[in-house]
């Protein structure tokens, strides 16, 4: 990590949302939000979140405001936390303003925190007048929230659990034009999840099966990489699909029980099985909220939307491709 010896009081981020294809269930470390197992994702080209932060000693307080409006306590707290934290590594007092926002629904399984945790560490250690490296940005955010170590790098990502703070980062296993897959994000309701993923998985150890997905996660990592070196999409979907059921499991047998889904998430889910058996190569995955992400090749794009454009109750479709990481841009929110 480099100090500079002055530093830009305001900086803009933005930082792309991941899907993950092995997920993250369960932490052996609270504070540090070290998870109990790796995982592998995709960064998503289309499902953004732009920060900007400002450090300025006219402010008597730190301001949170995200997608143009007031937040709950515990979600600025948790803000201003992670300003702190950005505080203490650059040697400053000053109070922020942070200015976010969402292209897509917050708190529906859209790793919303993971974006937002990723731009707010980008745009507040710049800001701070700190220049880290992909690593140190990595092992930052994921103390805000854990899956936004993974929003850090482009294209295909693996988080290495660690067993210290430093040794717990994500990186790149493969850039975004690897692969010509496409993730088709299907939002099928804007209302928030009444349970967040930070919560529940607090209660993770609850389930019965969980000793048994530990003692299955590292080989299936590993299988998974294999599967997307080889880009052999049908072993690929079908793995990527049992491990979404199999984590969910986990949830729903925890206690409490954590039932994400809504009728259509399962509608969806029992339509795309449908769809493979009549010919089109598409699998799901879903992460801890209702909307459902369908994983194809880009050259099935056409084909999974139009399927989905005939159902009333598919809300809204976000095409994404593997994307890039994290960057700054001039264009500030505020």
């Avoid at 939000?33 to 732009?50: E, F, K, Q, V, Y």
């Avoid at 992670?82 to 303003?97: Q, V």
């Avoid at 199999?246 to 206690?255: D, G």
């Avoid at 029980?257 to 969806?268: E, F, G, K, Q, R």
Wanted: net charge positive; glycine share 8%; aromatic share 8%.
């Amino acid at each position: 990590m480099n100090k500079q010896s002055f530093f830009s009081s305001k900086a803009t981020a933005i930082a792309p949302s991941n899907i993950a294809f092995t997920k993250y269930w369960g932490k052996k470390d609270e504070t540090l939000r070290l998870p109990l197992h790796g995982s592998i994702s995709m960064t998503l080209s289309n499902l953004l979140t732009t920060t900007t932060v400002e450090f300025l000693d006219k402010y008597i307080k730190d301001q949170v405001i995200i997608n143009g409006g007031s937040v709950e306590a515990g979600e600025a707290e948790r803000v201003m936390k992670h300003l702190d934290r950005i505080r203490k590594m650059a040697g400053i007092n000053l109070k922020a303003k942070m200015v976010s926002n969402n292209n897509f629904p917050s708190g529906t399984g859209l790793a919303s925190s993971a974006s937002g945790f990723a731009a707010l560490t980008l745009a507040a250690s710049t800001a701070a007048g700190l220049h880290l490296a992909e690593k140190e940005l990595s092992i930052l955010a994921r103390q805000g929230s854990g899956s936004a170590s993974r929003s850090i790098p482009g294209g295909f990502v693996e988080w290495l659990d660690g067993d210290t703070s430093d040794t717990s980062y994500a990186v790149q296993i493969f850039p975004p034009e690897y692969w010509k897959i496409t993730d088709v994000v299907v939002i099928v309701s804007s209302g928030k999840k009444e349970i967040s993923s930070s919560v529940g998985q607090q209660s993770a150890s609850s389930s019965p099966f969980l000793k048994v997905r530990l003692s299955r996660m590292k080989e299936k990592n590993k299988i998974l990489k294999g599967l997307i070196k080889n880009r052999d999409f049908k072993k690929f979907g079908e793995l990527i699909e049992a491990e979404a059921l199999e984590f969910h499991t986990i949830t729903l047998t925890q206690i409490p029980p954590l039932i994400y889904w809504l009728p259509t998430t399962v509608m969806l889910m029992k339509l795309v099985q449908k769809w493979r058996k009549n010919g089109l190569k598409v699998y799901f995955t879903v992460d801890t909220g209702q909307d459902i992400h369908l994983i194809c090749e880009q050259k099935n794009v056409g084909k999974v939307r139009a399927k989905l454009k005939k159902l009333e109750e598919v809300k809204n479709i976000i095409v994404n491709t593997p994307g890039e990481g994290i960057r700054l841009t001039k264009r500030h929110l505020f």
